[in-house]
């Protein structure tokens, strides 16, 4: 399994966050399989699943603090880390690897100053490698948001970059 980075940004959760999430748990807490959609919930609310909200989980549904570590890291749709409002993502599925991904993403990584797995502490962008995301013909890709780019190459990425850093 490959290693697990938190990224060291303060926890900035509300008064009115934590309300809501509990609301969510005293339902989900009656439900048999319960932690799923408990942790669905609170990635909704929050927007990833910060150690503070894993605990309240831990305390409302009464099971431990592994076992929410274990399925919120084993599901690929829940994230520990914060993301940004650009979520970028590298495609280094085995079509875009080979055409350079690796490159691609260090160059990312290289320009906004953060590593994979990371979000930057402007809470601008956070950057994440992923598996083929289904664009195989336009290898290497990546995306911002839901924007797709194809046939990238990394003297291209301070270019693409540029409007989102820019204040597109």
């Known amino acids: 399994m490959g290693k697990i980075k938190l990224t060291k940004v303060a926890f900035s ?4 966050q934590e309300a809501e999430l509990r609301a969510k748990l005293a339902e989900t807490k009656k ?4 932690l799923m959609p408990s942790l669905q919930a609170a990635q909704e609310i929050y927007g990833y699943l910060p150690i503070e909200v894993q605990k309240i989980i831990a305390e409302e549904l009464n099971v431990s603090m592994e076992e929410i570590f274990g399925v919120a890291t084993f599901y690929s749709q829940f994230t520990l880390n914060p993301q940004g409002r650009y979520q970028i993502s590298v495609c280094i599925g085995t079509a875009c690897y080979v055409k350079g991904a690796g490159e691609v993403l260090d160059k990312i990584a290289e320009v906004l100053k953060v590593e994979p797995g990371e979000c930057t ?8 490698a992923t598996r083929c995301i289904g664009c195989c013909g336009l290898a290497p890709v990546f995306t911002i948001n839901e924007q797709v780019f194809g046939k990238v190459t990394k003297d291209e990425v301070p270019g693409i970059l540029r409007p989102y850093i820019d204040g597109e």
């Open 13 to 16: 959760g509300t008064a009115e």
């Open 121 to 128: 502490a402007d809470g601008k962008f956070s950057l994440n």
């Open 31 to 34: 439900m048999q399989g319960g």
